[in-house]
């Protein structure tokens, strides 16, 4: 557990470790007040520690996490494909189960339901999410996170180090898209796709660890392999990004908020709320990222899409 004294509140920031290789609650905070210096730094290293960090009771707007995240960097544009952010806060994104059911035609509780590295086709996926929850169902609606150093670092040296040398290719949309193929959302994809190729392992920029950077969501097919090779070591590594022992579980109400590091995470949304009659809105901002640069020392070549930048 870390303590540190606030001088603006003077109460005690403590942040406490939940699970055994990820994710820690943070108390003794009120993101409505402006952080300190000391407390962005406090947290920024807590963030990189344990991966993803949880607030709970933190009844704030749009313009209240636009301005936290504004201090861990550039803030993005709500996302390079929806449009649905609301029109005063261009940089929040909606994670609404009423706004998808429109888009994909049917009960969806989150863009996709596979475990998944935020917008990991891009050139420059964003380094960290911010995700507020405004309406919680009473059950059920969990999100998970798994920490990608942890699952590298548990595989055997001799697939670690065959894994450094390899590169996979980063699709939005996945192997198998999670929309009807003639709807409006898949005509948007096609008219301008956004791929890259990004290395198997990426190496952390700031705490240097070896990230196994693929997952389902996005990561279509390893270069230079066959098809059945590459989906057969796919599924090795989807497999041991998912295994329990590398991830936490986060139970939403109003007010709770789950900030992570996405260059050294994946998350899944809920599958369990498709048979309730129920609604989720939760607001995500995210911080623009850097290229991925792998064991190598070569960054991540773009195929298709621009760099992502924010403000």
Same mark, same amino acid.
């Given at each position: 557990?870390?303590? %540190?004294?606030?001088?603006?509140?003077?109460?005690?920031?403590?942040?406490?470790?939940?699970?055994? #290789?990820?994710? $820690?609650?943070?108390?003794?905070?009120?993101?409505?007040?402006?952080?300190?210096?000391?407390?962005? =730094?406090?947290?920024t290293a807590a963030l990189h520690r344990h991966k993803v960090l949880f607030?709970?009771?933190?009844? %704030?707007?749009?313009?209240?996490?636009?301005?936290?995240?504004?201090?861990?960097?550039?803030?993005?544009?709500? #996302?390079?494909?929806?449009?649905?952010?609301?029109?005063?806060?261009?940089?929040? @994104?909606?994670?609404?189960?009423?706004?998808?059911?429109?888009?994909?035609?049917?009960?969806?509780?989150?863009?996709?339901?596979?475990? #998944?590295?935020?917008?990991?086709?891009?050139?420059?996926?964003?380094?960290?999410?911010?995700?507020?929850?405004?309406?919680?169902?009473?059950?059920?609606?969990?999100?998970?996170?798994?920490?990608?150093? $942890?699952?590298?670092?548990?595989?055997?040296?001799?697939?670690?180090?065959?894994?450094?040398?390899?590169? $996979?290719?980063?699709?939005?949309?996945?192997? %198998?898209?999670?929309?009807?193929?003639?709807?409006?959302?898949?005509?948007?994809? $096609?008219?301008?796709?956004?791929?890259?190729?990004?290395?198997?392992?990426?190496?952390?920029?700031?705490?240097?660890?070896?990230?196994?950077?693929?997952?389902?969501?996005?990561?279509?097919?390893?270069?230079?392999?066959?098809?059945?090779?590459?989906?057969? @070591?796919?599924? @090795?590594?989807?497999?041991?990004?998912?295994?329990?022992?590398?991830?936490?579980?986060?139970?939403?109400?109003?007010?709770?908020?789950?900030?992570?590091?996405?260059?050294?995470?994946?998350?899944?949304?809920?599958?369990?709320?498709?048979?309730? =009659?129920?609604?989720?809105?939760?607001?995500?901002?995210?911080l623009e990222g850097d290229i991925p640069v792998g064991v190598d020392g070569?960054?991540?070549?773009?195929?298709?899409?621009?760099?992502?930048?924010?403000?």
């Amino acid at each position: 557990m870390t303590t %540190i004294e606030s001088p603006r509140t003077a109460t005690a920031l403590e942040i406490v470790p939940v699970a055994g #290789h990820i994710g $820690a609650e943070v108390t003794g905070i009120d993101l409505r007040e402006d952080l300190t210096d000391a407390t962005v =730094d406090e947290l920024t290293a807590a963030l990189h520690r344990h991966k993803v960090l949880f607030f709970r009771d933190q009844h %704030i707007g749009h313009a209240e996490q636009i301005a936290f995240s504004r201090r861990f960097g550039a803030v993005t544009p709500s #996302h390079p494909y929806d449009d649905d952010a609301p029109t005063e806060h261009p940089e929040i @994104l909606a994670v609404d189960s009423r706004l998808y059911e429109k888009r994909f035609g049917r009960k969806k509780f989150s863009y996709t339901n596979q475990w #998944h590295t935020d917008v990991s086709p891009l050139i420059n996926p964003p380094a960290a999410s911010i995700l507020r929850a405004e309406i919680a169902p009473e059950r059920g609606g969990d999100t998970q996170w798994t920490n990608l150093a $942890a699952a590298y670092a548990g595989l055997p040296e001799s697939l670690r180090t065959f894994l450094d040398g390899l590169r $996979a290719e980063h699709r939005f949309g996945g192997r %198998i898209p999670p929309w009807d193929a003639d709807s409006d959302y898949a005509r948007k994809i $096609a008219a301008s796709p956004l791929v890259t190729e990004h290395p198997v392992v990426r190496v952390h920029p700031v705490t240097g660890e070896r990230v196994l950077f693929v997952n389902p969501g996005f990561t279509t097919r390893i270069i230079g392999l066959t098809p059945p090779q590459s989906d057969a @070591l796919l599924q @090795l590594l989807f497999d041991e990004i998912s295994h329990p022992a590398y991830t936490v579980r986060f139970r939403w109400a109003k007010g709770s908020i789950a900030f992570w590091d996405n260059r050294a995470t994946a998350h899944l949304a809920p599958s369990d709320l498709d048979h309730l =009659d129920v609604t989720r809105v939760l607001y995500r901002t995210t911080l623009e990222g850097d290229i991925p640069v792998g064991v190598d020392g070569v960054p991540s070549s773009p195929v298709a899409g621009a760099k992502f930048t924010g403000a």
